[in-house]
């Protein structure tokens, strides 16, 4: 006789997803090809976080990735600015998981002091809801490849902490 653990949820939660192409995923959510570079031909196969929760939990969970997107607006690529984070913001959430901080990992945008604040605002945002959120911060996933596409393990590793210290 297994022993089993489920997870109940109440069904009129509704969780959003936010965060970079990490949480955007395969872009399966998104109409058509996508809506942004890369577009759903170059994702196909890497999966979407936000789908397998809502398989796991049975509530709705919506997928607000942006692929590109910073907590840091250096580069000028802050979630702040894109459709995604507004639509997030507007979808009244009961619970935010917010994954920041892999693009914030590369020279164009890493700012060991400005990442934590940025990202305080960004929770803030939701925190300030009428919906009264709940808002869970993920730490992003090591880098497997040395300097993939820009991120470098050495800013990744001082970003890490942060997000765990807000």
């Known amino acids: ?15 959003a997803c936010v965060g970079d192409s990490i949480t955007r ?9 996508g809506t942004h570079f890369p577009y759903k031909s170059k994702t196909a196969g ?8 809502q ?13 590109g997107c910073s907590a840091i607006n250096k580069s000028g690529h802050t979630c702040r600015r894109y459709l995604e984070y507004h639509k997030a913001l507007q979808s009244s959430p009961s619970v935010v998981l917010l994954m920041v901080g ?5 020279d164009v945008t890493f700012d060991r002091e ?7 605002r960004i929770a803030r945002d939701f925190l300030k ?13 090591p880098v497997i490849k040395v300097e ?16 765990k210290q807000v």
């Open 114 to 120: 400005g990442f934590q604040p940025a990202l305080k």
């Open 25 to 33: 995923g395969d872009a399966s959510h998104e109409p058509g090809d």
């Open 148 to 163: 993939s596409l820009g991120i470098r393990a050495d800013y990744l590793a001082a970003i890490v902490p942060q997000v």
């Open 102 to 106: 892999t693009n914030d990992a590369k």
């Open 55 to 67: 398989a796991l939990l049975g509530v709705r969970v919506s997928n607000f990735g942006h692929g």
């Open 1 to 15: 006789d297994k022993e089993t653990m489920s997870i109940v949820c109440p069904s009129d939660w509704p969780v």
């Open 46 to 53: 890497r999966g979407n976080y936000p789908a397998q929760l």
């Open 129 to 141: 809801l009428k919906s009264h959120p709940s808002v869970l911060l993920i730490a992003p996933p």
